[in-house]
């Protein structure tokens, strides 16, 4: 049988499998070429975006090109420039690098070759608003998402249809050159038209759908966001011969964490049930929902029989309602604390796997059946923390955050739910 204190150790070296599993260092150079005569282009954006540029030069040698990354992530590279910008809402930084990466793929040759590096938070980091929307407003239309409960695709097509690198338009600029993206997946369902908003992948939304995200979530914004939406779009239609020298390939993707930490579980003398790697949904219902999964299995379970981890993936959601800093991964974690009351033998942990839950440098929390005990002997109040969207705080109060720093990769949520079996009697 496993020792109670052995539960939250296990859950944090699941994620840190699942973390590694996703390193570009360890999986970028399977999916390379050799490196191709004549000129060669590295361009990318995302949270994992200089390590992949890192793991491409440890590959194929320095290397022309740049690569637009969040604060706080650059690598060491020989060749590749690397800037660093803002996430998840753009700044000047982020434009700038962008109208500098659109320029080195200006005037490119048939028989030049282009990377293209795209990883989760390129949305944010390439930015390139369409003519008559400023990046002020891009920014309010940025926050407006985040704090709308909007599923990761509506935010995309959204997105998209205001800018003038996503939605196939990076690739189309470097046409009639040779395309190879290769994309770590932070998307449920691995779509690559909605990884990095597809900068790199034709689509076939319209502008009208873009509008149709901003009246379903209710979405206040500049009027020449409304203006810009009611002209023709430049999202690259499936079909357009720009795109016909492309390939888009992901390279990792949420499943393979989850399989990573599934194995390292397994050794460890745990049952494994996968409740999928594309869950999407508001943080709180789905830590209800899995909540009552944990505690039927904690009631059937005998003392003879083996622990039993629920492993999830995907991209949950906060409506904002409060002021707090609580991201989905902090919040789930407190709402399935609340739902549970403590019941025994059941540990949790919930963390991003890029390192940042929302807008905060955490990546997550853990919770175990003295969580709500300790909360009320440091007079924490948890509903009115998770009415706040506050669950950040109230983690860092009891000590239980998973604080990474970057991970340099992202391959978006890792949650574990651990049921140990009654002690025998």
Known sequence: MMPQDNAQPLLRRLFHQAVA??????????HLPPRPAGRVLVVGAGKASARMAEAVEAAWGPCEGLVITRYGHARPCRGIAIVEAAHPVPDTAGEVATRRLLGLLAGLKAEDFVLVLISGGASALLVAPV???????????????????????????LRKHLSRVKGGQLAAAAFPARVLCLMISDVPGDDPAFIGSGPTVADASTPAEAQDVLAHWNLQVPASVHAALARPSGVIAPGDPRLARVENRIIAAPAQSLAAAAEVARAAGCTVHLLGDALEGEAREVAAAQAAEAQRIAASLRPQEAPVLLLSGGELTVTRRGTGIGGPNAEFCLALAMALQGAPGIHALACDTDGVDGAAEVAGAVIGPDTLPRAKAQGLDPAATLAANDAHSFFAALGDQVITGPTLTNVNDFRAILILPPAKP
């Open 21 to 30: 599993a996703a390193d570009p260092m360890r999986i970028v150079a399977a």
């Open 131 to 157: 003519e008559g929307v400023t990046l002020a407003e891009k920014q309010a239309v940025n926050a407006a998402l985040l704090a709308s409960g909007a599923p990761i695709d509506r935010m995309n097509t």
